[in-house]
């Protein structure tokens, strides 16, 4: 099945600065790839995702870069704020049997905004 | 309002004791699933269902049951709870299948057993 791993685990920015969230796929069929973020005590929404034909979207601050010949991909947050302290989740998706989805998660990114 | 709703929102209960958690969207999506969440390991799926009566285990399916008899509720039965299925619990739902939409989640079900 289907493995993705996220890097790092905890990352500590100044604000006005930006944050890189890196992750690695196993799956080459997987052909979705959303980011989530959760802030303290609230669920995940998603706030930026890409797909596999595409090399790199764009949202205002943030930005998703895929790589697929590397199964990587990242998540690009520029002048950083406050607001954007929380856990960061990577996801890769990829079809099961009879062709249903599965959507498999990173272990988190805790991004710190230091003011 | 679009909305994923869970219920309870705390839990605290006893080993061997059944409990259900409930889960109801509004949004007519056909795919819901069931997610643990464990500091240091993310977020891993228990049960997915694709549609009514149609269910199937995820990653971490052992000491769960589900059910989806209908295609708004989905809910998580624990049939003999154990301290190590203390967890943060999310639903979710999403179009599903090959259309490979956002998933909405609940607001969590942060469930201690003792």
């Known amino acids: 099945g289907e493995n993705v791993e996220q890097h790092p685990s905890t990352l500590s920015v100044q604000e006005g600065d930006s944050a890189v969230i890196k992750c690695t796929y196993s799956?080459?069929?997987?052909?979705?790839f959303p980011w989530y973020k959760q802030e303290l005590g609230k669920r995940p929404q998603l706030i930026i995702d890409?797909?596999?034909?595409?090399g790199e979207k764009k949202d205002q601050r943030i930005a998703v870069t895929l790589n697929k010949t590397a199964k990587h991909f990242s998540l690009h947050i520029t002048e950083t704020q406050p607001e954007d302290s929380a856990v960061y989740f990577c996801?890769?998706?990829?079809?099961?049997?009879?062709?249903?989805?599965?959507?498999?998660f990173g272990t988190g990114t805790r991004l710190t905004i230091i003011p | 309002e679009a909305q994923v709703t869970q219920n309870p929102r705390y839990l605290i209960t006893v080993t061997g004791k059944k409990l259900t958690v409930t889960c109801s969207q509004n949004?007519?999506?056909?795919?819901m699933s069931w997610y643990r969440q464990d500091p240091g390991l993310g977020l891993r799926q228990i049960y997915y269902?694709?549609?009514?009566?149609?269910?199937d285990k995820g990653d971490v399916p052992e000491g769960y049951k589900v059910s989806r008899k209908e295609k708004r509720n989905f809910p998580l039965i624990l049939e003999s709870p154990s301290p190590n299925q203390t967890s943060l619990y999310f639903c979710?739902?999403?179009?599903?299948?090959?259309?490979?939409?956002?998933?909405?989640f609940g607001q969590g079900t942060r469930l201690t057993v003792v």
């Open positions: 890409i797909r596999s034909n595409v």
């Open positions: 269902s694709m549609n009514v009566e149609v269910t």
């Open positions: 949004m007519n999506h056909e795919y």
């Open positions: 799956d080459s069929a997987s052909n979705y």
């Open positions: 979710a739902s999403s179009w599903g299948g090959h259309l490979n939409t956002e998933a909405f």
């Open positions: 996801a890769a998706s990829s079809l099961r049997d009879f062709g249903n989805e599965k959507l498999t």
